[in-house]
Each structure stands twice: as C-alpha cells, then as structure tokens.
C-alpha cells in the first residue's frame, strides 16, 4: 500500500502522476462523505464547511430551508437529506506538515434517514475518507452503526465529529466511549471540549498542547477568530493524559513513535500528526474532534483534520476489478493510465437531461471523450463534462484520477457500471445494495397519467438501486416496492412534482421471503411432442438450506455428460426463476444451495427453453418437499422516551410482537432497544407521539428476516394470493 507520508515543508513538486494540467495534485485533494444518524447535524455541518472554504458566502441552515445540499423541495420541506449531494471547496490548514497548502476537498452529504441507506452505501464505495457526525447527547444510535459498517465494508478511513456540544446533556467523553464499545473503533480524541452545553466555550488542542477560545458571538459572529492561547490551568493534568493515550495508540501502529515513546523521548508535533495520518489511513485508529456545527464552533479544527489525517487518492491501495477472463487487475490513481471510472449515481436533471456521476480511479477523462462500458459492450460520447456544486454546475473539459465529476451524453448505464477507454480490459466491483423490505400498488389517475406512469417509474427506478418497479400477472397491477414508507411516499411526491404523474396508492404490503428447513430433491421434466421437432428437457436437483445471510447458490455437479454443458446455464436460469416465486404465498425464495446432481437429454428435442423449463419445475418440486417456511422482516428498533412513559411503550412494543433487546437510561431518559416485525409498524409514528403525549422519539433500521409465527401464517398466505405483494 502506498502511503504518502512525508512531512511538507516546502511546496512540494508535481509527481510524475500529475499532469502539469491539474489544479490541484493528486496529494492536495481529499475525496471525502459526511455520513450519520438522522437528525446528528451532518448537513449544517457541511454548510459550514462550505461556508469557511469560501464555496457560499452565506450560511444555510435546515430550519429555514436555505441549504446547499438539500437542495430538492422535498428535503427543504422535511429538513432532511433525502439524495446525497457532491460539492467541490477549497481549504488551507493552519497547522501540519500541510500547512499554508491549499487543497481541494470534495464532499459528499449523504442522508441518515434509513429509507435511503443506498446513497450512503454508493457513495462510501467511491470515497477516499468519511466523517462520521455524532450527536453529543444521543451517542451511537442505531443508523451510526450502520453507516459505519459500510463505511468498514469498503475500507473506508475515518473522522469522527461529535456535534452538538452546545445542547443539554451534551456529553464528549460518553460519545468517545460509545464508539469503542459499540462500533469497536480505536477512537481517540484529537481535541478535548473546553466546558459542555451553553458553557462550551473551547478546544484544547492535544497534538499542539495549545487551547482554541471561542470568542462571545457579537465580537465574532462568524466564528471565524477563535483566540489561540495556553490549556486553561484546571485542563492542563486531563489534556497531558490524553495526549499520553494518544501517542499510545499512535505508537500501536508507527514503530519510529513507539521506540521513542518507550524511551522517553519528546515527540514532535508534526511527527505525531504524520503517525496519527498513517494510523488512520491503516484504519487503525479515529481521531475524534467536538464541536458545534449550528453555533460554529470546531469547523475549522475539522477541516485541518481532514487534509492532515484523511488520505489522498495515492495514500489508499489502488481500487482492484476484474478482466474478461475474471483475473484481478488494479485502477491505479495515476494520470498517465488507461481512464478507468465507476458510474456511482444517477440523476435526471431538468435542464441538462440524464446526469452520470463518476469516479475517475485512474487516467484522464476528457470532454468529447468515448467511454467503453463492459456491462453492455458499447461504447458512447461524454458530450459534457461537469464539476457539481450540489444543483449548480461548472462545465470543465477535463477530470483527473481521484476527481468526482457528472458526464452528460452517456445513456445506456447503470449504478454500479465501470467506464473505461475502449483498451482497457476491467471491471470494477459496484456497491451493492439491500433489498427493499415493502411494497404498495399504484395507478394512475387518468389516461393522461397512464401514459406518464411508466416514463417516470423508469427513470426513478434508474436513479434508485433500493426502488423496484413489477407488475402483478394475476391483477394486471403496477408494484413499487421501497426500504420503508417514507422512501415510497417520497418517490411518489417526485412523480407528482418532477415528472406530473398524479396516482392512487394501495396499502403498503409486506417484502416477505421463503427458505427451506431441510434438504430435499426435485425432478423436473419437460416432454412435448407435437408431431414436428419437440421438446425435452430433464434436470434433477438436490436443494440445501444454507446460513442465513449467504444468499442463493446454484452448484453443478454433473458428471460423464448426462447434461450437456450447453444446457447447465439455462437449467441454472429456470432454477433462479423458479426461486422468484416460492410455493408458500409465491414470495422470493433466499438462502438455499441448489446442487444440479442428474438429468437426461435427448439429441435432436433438447433446447435451451426445454432445460430451463425443467429447472423450473425440479426447483419447485424439490422446494414442496423441503419443509418451506414464510420469513418476515424484523425491524431493529430504538425509541427514546421520559421515564414515566416507559411502561406504556415497552407494553406497546410487546402488544407488536417485539422483542425487548435492552434498556438504557440517559439524562431523564429511557432508551430502549427492541426487535420488532416490520408488520406490525405501520403508523407507529402517530402511535408512539400519542402513548407519550408527542416527548418520545424512535428510529428503525432493517435488521433480519425470520420465521412467521404459525398463528399468522393462514392469514398473510391469503393476503399473498389476493394482494400483489411480491417484490
């Protein structure tokens, strides 16, 4: 792994890497997310990164809606992030071995909200850095742990900001603690808080052993000044044994620290900063830094983080893909390569048409340029090159290795794509996504609307990995099936304002699965005769319950030719059709291994058709005899509430079916975590505000899929024939 580490004391020279073209090199640009729990300040947070960068000359705030990257009328409206937005600024650290270098960060807000985990999964898979927002009064909280395991599912290195130091109840050392226990992260604070809640009033500096004093806000309205002076006296024994357990965990992953530090020798500054870059780089280590987004009190700490410790596009191994033969081949960052890039996002914007969002990982990416996708084996025009600034645009005619851009003119593409020059033989792995967990009929409410309805589902569906669009055969209806009833509702208010589709919706329904309980063996026959050429096709199966989790496989253990090879992928294509549709109440059928262990062919009758059609039967033979069961979702769920309330809820909790997972108390608070059925969660909004007289507060994350009680069984199977639920 090549880790640029060097303490800068001069500006350095342009690598060969770097074209002299480049406005920044490669080293002086930082690809990073803000990533979080809903309501833990990730987007104030990043408008004041904006704003101190000099990309917006003023402040937005969500309250009023006047914010840069919740630019949609939707977020506005809801004061939520409900689409990531990209940005491009610019910052000069004032202390470090980049002191006094301007760099260009590109930021990424992703959303907290659970129904829209898909734009925090795709946009981690393409960043080099992250930082994750905490609430200073709630801690962890259920989607942190979640951003965070995808953020360690890509290898992605880490800040940590612990927001909201000015509210009641704010508490560092908590939050710091929370994140060792429940995340497992090596967190360490970089700075200690100088008071909590309305009395934070500072930053003490453990690197520099210096403090950091908010002036009062009518002499410094913009925070732009804070005083540097000497570690307040009663701080001064608490900042040198931190500092000590920082150069420890430093020293656990720098062998030039750890040798010095058990000889007692003095570290220096810039040497610690370099081995707290290299720790994090390693994922071996999370600077912690607070501070106070709304009351602009840290931001500028942070942003020096960010370009000290948070690697560049060299610092990280490069990003491996796979060529046609299915060997690995690395995307080095270096502009003097093939252009290889992964199409992350997509967006329809009204002005410009259909918008790619890319990944250069290696080579120069040029206006006018034609760009190979080995998904379709085409070849198409980037007609227009652009930077984002979340909805505004700046037309550039080059992107460079490690750089984020939009390309105009690129049709035929998924999420997840690989673009590359014509020669280059790759394909990058795409982020992958969860499955959606409910689901709802639609209809159009006119003709008119009818003819609109499969143009605006089409393109949603196109921007959406997490939306999916079917129709029910049996009724003739259009399904759409989504993570969750907001994700739907907000897909449906979009069809009305972006596309002017108006339609009715039927109730949400369920994302059930089936599985097997025991192993079983299915035969499958397809004979036609019909005077002419007919058909035959025969294929026994052997299906297998595999571990929770580790999805559908198809394995052929075919021997001596009883087969041809010819008809194994069709049999295997019947078999993954047939697991659409299980026998219970025709819902997808996951986790099971499904051996193709026999068979018969007849030389002139066989055909594909005929062989997938016997997968297709030998798959739901097998299936009836394996003792199938009907799984439901299990929602991980967290409600704060005020003690005396915590009767009524947790009663409720057990009235749906839930499962009490543990209870916590927090500043006159109960927090309580509960494993409840997705089923039995629909309206539990209005539900929970009334059992608490409106003082109560809940989040909920998908967790796992399992058995449906028996008692219920009779009732969903019925449902399931009669309704269109299938996803």
């Not at 949609?72 to 610019?90: D, F, K, L, N, P």
């Not at 925070?223 to 040198?240: F, K, Q, S």
């Not at 571990?547 to 010819?566: A, L, S």
């Not at 055909?607 to 069961?629: D, Q, R, V, Y």
């Amino acid at each position: 792994m090549a880790i640029n580490l060097q303490i800068v004391t001069e500006k350095p020279k342009l690598s060969s890497a770097n074209s002299p073209k480049r406005p920044f090199p490669m080293e002086w640009t930082r690809n990073i997310g803000i990533a979080a729990h809903i309501d833990a300040g990730k987007t104030t947070t990043s408008e004041r990164i904006l704003f101190y960068t000099g990309a917006v000359h003023k402040m937005g705030e969500v309250h009023e809606g006047s914010t840069v990257t919740d630019w949609m009328e939707q977020e506005r409206e809801r004061g939520i992030t409900i689409t990531s937005a990209a940005v491009s600024c610019a910052w000069i650290p004032s202390v470090g071995p980049f002191k006094s270098i301007k760099h260009r960060i590109n930021v990424i807000d992703t959303p907290g909200h659970v129904d829209f985990t898909a734009e925090v999964e795709r946009s981690l898979r393409v960043l080099d850095g992250a930082v994750a927002v905490f609430c200073a009064v709630a801690g962890v909280q259920p989607q942190s742990e979640t951003v965070w395991r995808q953020a360690t599912k890509y290898r992605v290195p880490r800040l940590a900001f612990v927001n909201k130091m000015d509210r009641t109840g704010a508490n560092f050392y908590r939050a710091v603690d929370e994140m060792r226990k429940k995340l497992g992260a090596n967190a360490h604070p970089l700075f200690l808080p100088i008071g909590a809640e309305e009395n934070f009033s500072g930053l003490v500096d453990l690197v520099q052993m210096k403090a950091y004093q908010f002036v009062d806000d009518s002499a410094d309205p913009l925070g732009l000044n804070p005083a540097i002076t000497d570690i307040p006296a009663d701080m001064l024994a608490e900042a040198r044994k931190h500092r000590e357990k920082l150069i420890e965990a430093v020293a656990d992953s720098d062998d030039e620290i750890a040798h010095k530090y058990l000889e007692g020798q003095e570290i220096g500054t810039n040497e610690l900063m370099v081995g707290i870059r290299k720790a994090t780089v390693g994922l071996k280590f999370v600077g912690v830094i607070p501070g106070s987004a709304f009351k602009k009190k840290g931001i500028q700490r942070l942003l020096d983080c960010v370009v000290n410790y948070l690697p560049s596009a060299i610092d990280v191994p490069p990003t491996n893909g796979q060529d046609s033969e299915g060997k690995e081949v690395p995307a080095t960052a270096d502009d003097q390569n093939k252009t290889v890039g992964l199409a992350f996002k997509l967006w329809s914007d009204p002005f410009v048409g259909k918008l790619v969002f890319c990944r250069v990982y290696s080579g120069q990416l040029l206006r006018g340029q034609s760009l190979y996708n080995p998904r379709t084996r085409r070849s198409e025009r980037v007609s227009r090159l652009l930077l984002m600034r979340a909805m505004d645009k700046e037309e550039i005619d080059v992107a460079y290795a490690g750089d984020i851009c939009a390309l105009v003119g690129i049709k035929d593409v998924i999420t997840g794509d690989t673009l590359c020059h014509e020669d280059a033989d790759i394909r990058l792995e795409p982020p992958t996504f969860p499955e959606p967990v409910i689901s709802m009929s639609i209809e159009p409410k006119s003709k008119v609307d009818q003819e609109k309805l499969g143009t605006a589902l089409a393109r949603l569906m196109a921007e959406d990995p997490t939306f999916r669009v079917s129709t029910n055969h049996d009724t003739g209806q259009t399904i759409i099936a989504g993570m969750g009833e907001l994700h739907l509702e907000i897909i449906r208010d979009r069809m009305v304002r972006e596309f002017k589709v108006e339609s009715d919706a039927g109730k949400p329904q369920i994302a059930y699965r089936e599985t097997i309980s025991q192993a079983a063996e299915g035969v499958g026959k397809f004979i036609r005769q019909s005077g002419g050429r007919g058909q035959y096709g025969h294929v026994v199966v052997r299906l297998e319950p595999n571990e929770k989790g580790k999805g559908v496989e198809v394995i052929n253990e075919i021997v001596g030719g009883v087969i041809p090879k010819e008809y194994i992928k069709p049999s295997t294509e019947g078999i993954l059709e047939g697991a659409n549709n299980g026998v219970v109440a025709g819902h997808p059928v996951i986790d099971f291994k499904c051996r193709i262990i026999d068979g018969s062919f007849h030389e002139v009758d066989s055909s594909e058709l005929a062989f997938k059609m016997a997968g297709i039967f030998a798959f739901k033979e097998a299936m009836t005899k394996a003792k199938p069961i009907l799984l439901e979702p299990i929602m991980k769920v967290e409600v704060t509430v005020p003690e005396e309330f915590q009767g009524d809820i947790m009663g409720d909790i057990n009235r749906r079916r839930g499962q009490i997972q543990g209870m916590d108390s927090r500043e006159g608070a109960c927090i309580i975590a509960a494993m409840v059925p997705l089923e039995t969660m629909f309206g539990y909004a209005t539900d929970i505000r009334s059992l608490s007289k409106g003082r109560a507060s809940y989040s909920m994350e998908p967790s796992h899929f399992a058995q449906v009680p028996a008692s219920l069984l009779t009732k969903i199977v019925e449902t399931s024939t009669k309704a269109p639920a299938r996803t």
